[in-house]
C-alpha cells in the first residue's frame, strides 16, 4: 500500500488523480473530464443553453407569458406586427399574442422529445442487447426485423400510421417512435457484441449471475454513450418530423399552440403578415439546431473513438 | 456493410468454395429483399386493416343499409380470417393492385403513375443540386480543415440539418416568388402551357427539351429551380458532411503521402487519387440521399402544390383515403428499399475490400 500523499489536494486535483480512493472518486473525476472535454466546445455549450431555455420556457411558460396561448382579441388586436405594444412578436389572424403561444408551444415540443425518447430509446436498447448478447437465431431474427424498419422511409410511415390511428399529438408521438428505435437497436447490439466476451463479463457469468441480471446490470450501461448521442443528433430530426405532422395538421390539433400547426396556420397570410409563420419556424430551427450542436459535442466528449472525424 | 463474415468466407478459398461464397451472398440478399418486402407489406396490411375504425365504412359512409354493408363487406374479403385477407393483400399489392382511390375513383396505382414523374424529377434534380454543388464543398472543407471555410461548410451544413423544410419554402417563396419575381407561382407548368404541351415520359423538363419547346423549358425550369434548390440545400448538407469525412479519412492514408513523395501536384492528389476513392462510399451516401428526397418531398411537394406523390400522400391523408395512402406509402416504400438494396450491392461492386482477393 502507498501512503496517501499528506500534501492537502485541490479539488482539480482531487477529481484528477490516477489513484481514486474511492468508486464515488472515480466517477465524479471521468465526469469532469467528459465535462473539460465537452465544454471546450462552445457550439455544444450554445447547443445546450438553447436547450436549457427551452425548458425553462416550458416550465415558465404560465408565468412568463403576457396574454393568453389560445384565446386571442379578436376585435383590436388581430395580425398586429411585431413590436406592437404588448405583443413582441406580433399577433396571429385570431388576434393571439404569438410569443404567448411559442412559449406555450414549448411544452408540446418538449412533451413530444421526451415522449419518444422514452418509447424508442428503451425499445430499441432492449431489442439491441438481447439480440448481441444472445446471438445465433435470436439475433438473426431480431436484426432482421430492425433492419425491415430500418429500410422503411420514415416520414411517410408516419404520415400512414397517424392516417390511420387519427390526428393528434399522442398518435404523432407514438408514429415517430414506431419509425425512429431501429438505429438504437443496431447501436446497442454492437456495444454488446464488443463487451459480450470481455473477461468482466466471464467474471460476472462465473459469479453466477443470470442472463437477465448480466445484460441488463453489466451490457446495457455500456451502450449508453453511445446511445444518448445517437438520440440526441435525433432529437433534431424528431423535432422537424413533428413540427411537419403539425404542419400537414396530423398533429397536435387546433387550439394548441404546435409551432409547426402555427406555421401552417400562417402561411396563408405570408405575403402580407410574415411574421405569423415565420416567428414558430424560427423556435423550430433553433431547438433543432441547439440538439444538432449538442450531440455533436457529446460525441466528441462521450466517444473520443469518433472524435477528430 | 452487413455481410462481413461472407466476404471474408470467400477471401482465400479454393475456386470452389469461393463460387459458394459467392452465392451465399446472393442468398442472402435475396433473404434481405424478400423479407424487406414482406415487412413493407406487413406493416401496411396492419396499418390499413388492423388499425382503423372500419375499411367498408369508409367506403360507403354511415348511412349505407345494412345488407350492402355486408355485401361489401364479402367482397373486400374482410369477413375472411385475417391470414387469409393478408395474403389476398400480398397478392393485390405484388400486382401493383392497391385498390380504388375514394378521392378521384381511380385506381390507385393509375393515380400513381401518373404522379411519380413529377416526385422523380423534383427529386433528381433536388439530388444533382445536392452533389454538384455538396461534394466539391465538402472536399474543400476537408483539405482546409479547421479554415473558415471549413466553418462555413459546416454551418451551412448543420442549418441544413436543422431547418423545417416546409417553413424554408414558404419564406423563399415569400423572397424569390411574392418579392423578386426570380421564379414562378407555385405548381409543375403555367395554364397556358397545360393544354399546349403534351409530355411523353412526365419528366418535363426532359420532354419539353426533346420536343424543342424552349418557352415550355423556360417556364417548367423557373417552376421546378425553387423546390428543387431546397430540396438540394437539404441533400447538400448531408452529403458535403460525409464527403468530408471521408477526404479526411483517404487523405490520411500513405499512399497520399506516398503521391506527395513523388512529386504529384495537390490538385492531381486530391481531386483525382483521394476523391476518387472516397467515391466508393459516396456513391452509396448520395444514393441514400436520392432516396431520403423521394420521401422528403412530401411536405415540400405540399407548399409548392407539386403535382407528385406527395401531394398525392398529403391529399389524400386530408381525406381519409387510406388506399391512396396505403398504396403510395408502398410505392415509396418499395423505391426508397429498392435503392438501399441497390446502393448495398453498388458498394461491394466498386469496392474491391469487400469482393475476393
Given at each position: 500500500?502507498?501512503?496517501?500523499?499528506?500534501?492537502?489536494?485541490?479539488?482539480?486535483?482531487?477529481?484528477?488523480?490516477?489513484?481514486?480512493?474511492?468508486?464515488?472518486?472515480?466517477?465524479?473525476?471521468?465526469?469532469?473530464?467528459?465535462?473539460?472535454?465537452?465544454?471546450?466546445?462552445?457550439?455544444?455549450?450554445v447547443?445546450?443553453?438553447?436547450?436549457?431555455?427551452?425548458?425553462?420556457?416550458?416550465?415558465?411558460?404560465?408565468?412568463?407569458?403576457?396574454?393568453?396561448?389560445?384565446?386571442?382579441?379578436?376585435?383590436?388586436?388581430?395580425?398586429?406586427?411585431?413590436?406592437?405594444?404588448?405583443?413582441?412578436?406580433?399577433?396571429?389572424?385570431?388576434?393571439?399574442?404569438?410569443?404567448?403561444r411559442l412559449l406555450?408551444?414549448?411544452?408540446?415540443?418538449?412533451?413530444?422529445?421526451?415522449?419518444?425518447?422514452?418509447?424508442?430509446?428503451?425499445?430499441?436498447?432492449?431489442?439491441?442487447?438481447?439480440?448481441?448478447?444472445?446471438?445465433?437465431?435470436?439475433?438473426?431474427?431480431?436484426?432482421?426485423?430492425?433492419?425491415?424498419?430500418?429500410?422503411?422511409?420514415?416520414?411517410?410511415?408516419?404520415?400512414?400510421?397517424?392516417a390511420?390511428?387519427?390526428?393528434?399529438?399522442?398518435?404523432?408521438?407514438?408514429?415517430?417512435?414506431?419509425?425512429?428505435?431501429?438505429?438504437?437497436?443496431r447501436?446497442?447490439?454492437?456495444?454488446?457484441m464488443?463487451?459480450?466476451?470481455?473477461?468482466?463479463?466471464?467474471?460476472?457469468?462465473?459469479?453466477?449471475?443470470?442472463?437477465?441480471?448480466?445484460?441488463?446490470?453489466?451490457?446495457?450501461?455500456?451502450?449508453?454513450?453511445?446511445?444518448?448521442?445517437?438520440?440526441?443528433?435525433?432529437?433534431?430530426?424528431?423535432?422537424?418530423?413533428?413540427?411537419?405532422?403539425?404542419?400537414?395538421?396530423?398533429?397536435?390539433?387546433?387550439?394548441?399552440?404546435?409551432?409547426?400547426?402555427?406555421?401552417a396556420?400562417?402561411?396563408?397570410?405570408?405575403?402580407?403578415?410574415?411574421?405569423?409563420?415565420?416567428?414558430p419556424?424560427?423556435?423550430?430551427?433553433?431547438?433543432?439546431l441547439?440538439?444538432?450542436?449538442?450531440?455533436?459535442?457529446?460525441?466528441?466528449?462521450?466517444?473520443?473513438?469518433?472524435?477528430?472525424? | 456493410m452487413?455481410?462481413?463474415?461472407?466476404?471474408?468466407?470467400?477471401?482465400g478459398?479454393?475456386?470452389?468454395?469461393?463460387?459458394?461464397g459467392?452465392?451465399?451472398?446472393?442468398?442472402?440478399?435475396?433473404?434481405?429483399?424478400?423479407?424487406?418486402?414482406?415487412?413493407?407489406?406487413?406493416?401496411?396490411?396492419?396499418?390499413?386493416?388492423v388499425?382503423?375504425?372500419?375499411?367498408?365504412?369508409?367506403?360507403?359512409?354511415?348511412?349505407?343499409?345494412?345488407?350492402?354493408?355486408?355485401?361489401?363487406r364479402?367482397?373486400?374479403?374482410?369477413?375472411?380470417?385475417?391470414?387469409?385477407?393478408?395474403?389476398?393483400?400480398?397478392?393485390?399489392?405484388?400486382?401493383?393492385?392497391?385498390?380504388?382511390?375514394?378521392?378521384?375513383?381511380?385506381?390507385?396505382?393509375?393515380?400513381?403513375?401518373?404522379?411519380?414523374?413529377?416526385?422523380?424529377e423534383?427529386?433528381?434534380?433536388?439530388?444533382?443540386?445536392g452533389?454538384?454543388?455538396?461534394?466539391?464543398?465538402?472536399?474543400?472543407?476537408?483539405?482546409?480543415?479547421?479554415?473558415?471555410?471549413?466553418?462555413?461548410?459546416?454551418?451551412?451544413?448543420?442549418?441544413?440539418?436543422?431547418?423545417?423544410?416546409?417553413?424554408?419554402?414558404?419564406?423563399?417563396?415569400?423572397?424569390f416568388?411574392?418579392?423578386?419575381?426570380?421564379?414562378?407561382?407555385?405548381?409543375?407548368?403555367?395554364?397556358?402551357?397545360?393544354?399546349?404541351?403534351?409530355?411523353?415520359?412526365?419528366?418535363?423538363?426532359?420532354?419539353?427539351?426533346?420536343q424543342?419547346?424552349?418557352?415550355?423549358?423556360?417556364?417548367?425550369?423557373?417552376h421546378?429551380i425553387?423546390?428543387?434548390?431546397?430540396?438540394?440545400?437539404?441533400?447538400?448538407?448531408?452529403?458535403?458532411?460525409?464527403?468530408?469525412?471521408?477526404?479526411?479519412?483517404?487523405?490520411?492514408?500513405e499512399?497520399?503521402?506516398?503521391?506527395?513523395?513523388?512529386?504529384?501536384?495537390?490538385t492531381r492528389?486530391?481531386?483525382?487519387?483521394?476523391?476518387?476513392?472516397?467515391?466508393?462510399?459516396?456513391?452509396t451516401?448520395?444514393?441514400?440521399?436520392?432516396?431520403?428526397?423521394?420521401?422528403?418531398?412530401v411536405?415540400?411537394?405540399?407548399?409548392?402544390?407539386?403535382?407528385?406523390?406527395?401531394?398525392?400522400?398529403?391529399?389524400?391523408?386530408?381525406?381519409?383515403?387510406?388506399?391512396?395512402?396505403?398504396?403510395?406509402?408502398?410505392?415509396?416504400?418499395?423505391?426508397?428499399?429498392?435503392?438501399?438494396?441497390?446502393?448495398?450491392?453498388?458498394?461491394?461492386?466498386?469496392?474491391?475490400?469487400?469482393?475476393?482477393?
Amino acid at each position: 500500500m502507498t501512503a496517501v500523499p499528506s500534501v492537502p489536494m485541490s479539488r482539480r486535483d482531487w477529481l484528477l488523480s490516477d489513484r481514486p480512493q474511492s468508486r464515488t472518486q472515480a466517477r465524479l473525476g471521468r465526469a469532469y473530464m467528459t465535462w473539460r472535454r465537452f465544454s471546450a466546445n462552445r457550439l455544444a455549450l450554445v447547443g445546450l443553453g438553447i436547450l436549457m431555455l427551452l425548458i425553462l420556457m416550458a416550465i415558465f411558460a404560465g408565468v412568463l407569458s403576457p396574454h393568453s396561448p389560445v384565446s386571442g382579441n379578436l376585435a383590436g388586436a388581430r395580425l398586429l406586427p411585431p413590436g406592437s405594444p404588448g405583443y413582441l412578436l406580433g399577433t396571429d389572424e385570431q388576434g393571439r399574442d404569438i410569443l404567448s403561444r411559442l412559449l406555450h408551444g414549448s411544452r408540446l415540443t418538449l412533451f413530444v422529445i421526451i415522449l419518444v425518447a422514452v418509447i424508442a430509446a428503451p425499445t430499441g436498447l432492449i431489442v439491441g442487447a438481447v439480440a448481441g448478447y444472445a446471438g445465433g437465431w435470436v439475433d438473426a431474427v431480431l436484426m432482421r426485423i430492425t433492419d425491415i424498419f430500418l429500410a422503411f422511409p420514415k416520414l411517410v410511415l408516419a404520415l400512414a400510421l397517424v392516417a390511420a390511428l387519427g390526428p393528434g399529438i399522442e398518435n404523432a408521438v407514438l408514429a415517430i417512435a414506431v419509425t425512429s428505435w431501429p438505429p438504437y437497436a443496431r447501436i446497442a447490439r454492437a456495444e454488446t457484441m464488443t463487451v459480450r466476451n470481455a473477461d468482466y463479463i466471464a467474471a460476472v457469468r462465473l459469479m453466477g449471475a443470470s442472463p437477465l441480471r448480466i445484460v441488463l446490470l453489466h451490457v446495457m450501461p455500456m451502450c449508453l454513450s453511445s446511445l444518448i448521442v445517437r438520440i440526441t443528433l435525433d432529437m433534431a430530426g424528431v423535432i422537424l418530423t413533428a413540427a411537419g405532422l403539425g404542419f400537414l395538421g396530423l398533429g397536435a390539433q387546433p387550439p394548441l399552440p404546435e409551432w409547426g400547426a402555427m406555421i401552417a396556420s400562417g402561411r396563408r397570410f405570408i405575403l402580407d403578415q410574415w411574421w405569423v409563420a415565420t416567428m414558430p419556424g424560427i423556435a423550430i430551427l433553433l431547438v433543432s439546431l441547439a440538439f444538432n450542436l449538442l450531440g455533436d459535442g457529446l460525441r466528441d466528449a462521450l466517444d473520443p473513438r469518433e472524435a477528430g472525424q | 456493410m452487413t455481410l462481413p463474415e461472407t466476404s471474408q468466407m470467400v477471401a482465400g478459398r479454393s475456386k470452389g468454395a469461393r463460387a459458394r461464397g459467392r452465392a451465399a451472398v446472393v442468398a442472402r440478399f435475396l433473404v434481405v429483399i424478400v423479407t424487406t418486402y414482406l415487412g413493407l407489406l406487413a406493416v401496411t396490411f396492419f396499418i390499413g386493416r388492423v388499425i382503423p375504425i372500419d375499411p367498408v365504412l369508409a367506403v360507403l359512409g354511415d348511412r349505407a343499409p345494412a345488407h350492402v354493408v355486408e355485401r361489401v363487406r364479402e367482397e373486400m374479403g374482410l369477413n375472411l380470417p385475417l391470414y387469409q385477407q393478408f395474403f389476398r393483400y400480398l397478392g393485390d399489392a405484388l400486382q401493383g393492385n392497391f385498390g380504388t382511390s375514394v378521392l378521384t375513383t381511380n385506381p390507385v396505382m393509375t393515380d400513381i403513375r401518373r404522379v411519380l414523374p413529377a416526385t422523380v424529377e423534383l427529386a433528381t434534380l433536388g439530388t444533382l443540386i445536392g452533389s454538384l454543388i455538396g461534394v466539391p464543398l465538402g472536399v474543400l472543407a476537408a483539405v482546409k480543415r479547421g479554415s473558415l471555410i471549413d466553418q462555413a461548410v459546416r454551418i451551412i451544413g448543420l442549418i441544413g440539418y436543422s431547418v423545417p423544410i416546409f417553413w424554408l419554402a414558404l419564406l423563399s417563396l415569400l423572397l424569390f416568388y411574392a418579392q423578386l419575381r426570380w421564379v414562378a407561382f407555385p405548381g409543375r407548368i403555367d395554364v397556358v402551357y397545360e393544354y399546349t404541351f403534351t409530355p411523353k415520359t412526365g419528366l418535363f423538363l426532359l420532354d419539353s427539351l426533346w420536343q424543342r419547346q424552349w418557352d415550355v423549358f423556360r417556364d417548367v425550369f423557373r417552376h421546378i429551380i425553387l423546390p428543387a434548390s431546397l430540396l438540394g440545400y437539404v441533400s447538400l448538407a448531408y452529403i458535403s458532411r460525409m464527403t468530408r469525412n471521408f477526404m479526411l479519412n483517404e487523405l490520411s492514408q500513405e499512399y497520399i503521402v506516398a503521391a506527395r513523395a513523388k512529386g504529384l501536384s495537390e490538385t492531381r492528389i486530391i481531386w483525382f487519387h483521394a476523391l476518387r476513392n472516397a467515391a466508393v462510399p459516396l456513391v452509396t451516401v448520395i444514393a441514400l440521399s436520392y432516396a431520403s428526397l423521394l420521401e422528403g418531398s412530401v411536405l415540400t411537394e405540399t407548399v409548392f402544390a407539386w403535382p407528385g406523390i406527395g401531394l398525392y400522400i398529403t391529399n389524400s391523408l386530408q381525406n381519409a383515403d387510406m388506399n391512396a395512402v396505403l398504396g403510395g406509402t408502398i410505392v415509396i416504400g418499395s423505391i426508397f428499399i429498392a435503392i438501399n438494396i441497390l446502393s448495398d450491392i453498388l458498394y461491394r461492386t466498386l469496392d474491391p475490400r469487400t469482393r475476393a482477393r
